[in-house]
């Protein structure tokens, strides 16, 4: 993977991103995003923003900064802003995941939803949201983790050759990348269909080192939070 070829892959995306990816992603949108709502008042970068499938989601209270760097996704999701009326977004900025321009400690809870298959270096990805995040803050990461077999398995290792035409990695080793995140982990749950992607709640605090067999102890399979309809209308009712 490198940025060149990620750039190319969701140009491509762009246009069809909401109907191909926004339903089967979902989920996990919801998770996370109804996970930081808990916290009012709070400044939240999301990382790898894309066409702003999430926005609308968040507390109108959470101020929210998100980042990409495909431009044709980022105009989509300005679009959106305009259109729902969602004053609570601060800015959308093209910039590289991995080489934030933001200051240490700027935000409260930093979220990156199906971003860290994608970048070329996903430590440098999570050693980045450590640092703008602030002491005790919350980061959350969505996405799909390597299956520990059966048929979902077999489809990883075939089609991982063809990562940088997909733009992202098919094979992504979970236990890899929270061993070097240095974070603390709260709990790691499932965001349907079928298990596919999960979603890590991780504190913004130096970890003991991990042993044993990642998540027998924080794993929790929890039912999807529902949004309430006012909750997602709200935006709307105040253009």
């Known amino acids: 993977m490198d940025l060149a070829s990620i750039r190319r892959a969701y140009k491509r995306y762009a246009g069809m991103y909401d109907v191909v990816f926004g339903a089967a992603m979902n989920p996990g949108r919801k998770l996370a995003v109804a996970t930081a709502n808990k916290r009012p008042k709070q400044r939240v970068l999301e990382v790898g923003v894309g066409t702003g499938l999430a926005l609308p989601l968040y ?13 044709e996704m980022l105009e989509r999701a300005r679009d959106k802003v305009d259109e729902l009326g969602l004053r609570n977004v601060e800015a959308l900025l093209e910039m590289d995941a991995e080489n934030l321009t933001f200051p240490d400690q700027s935000f ?33 990461i969505v996405n799909h983790f390597t299956s520990d077999g059966g048929p979902l398995r077999a489809v990883e290792f075939l089609i ?10 098919p094979e992504f080793d ?3 990348l929270l061993r070097t995140a240095g974070v603390e982990i709260k ?26 067999t990642i998540g027998t102890d924080i794993y929790t399979d929890v039912a999807e939070p529902q949004l309430r309809p006012a909750e997602i209308g709200r935006s709307r009712r105040a253009r």
């Open 108 to 140: 409260d809870t930093v979220i990156a939803m199906y971003v860290a298959s994608v970048v070329p270096h996903p430590e440098r990805l999570m050693s980045e949201m450590r640092r703008v995040c602030k002491p005790g803050g919350d980061i959350l």
């Open 160 to 169: 991982n050759p063809l990562s940088k035409t997909l733009g992202w990695r």
């Open 59 to 71: 507390r109108r209270d959470i101020t929210v900064v998100g980042i990409d760097v495909s431009p």
């Open 187 to 212: 709990n790691i749950r499932p965001a349907h269909p079928m298990g596919m992607f999960k979603v890590i709640h991780c504190r913004n605090t130096p970890a003991l080192p991990m042993t044993g």
């Open 174 to 176: 979970m236990k890899a």
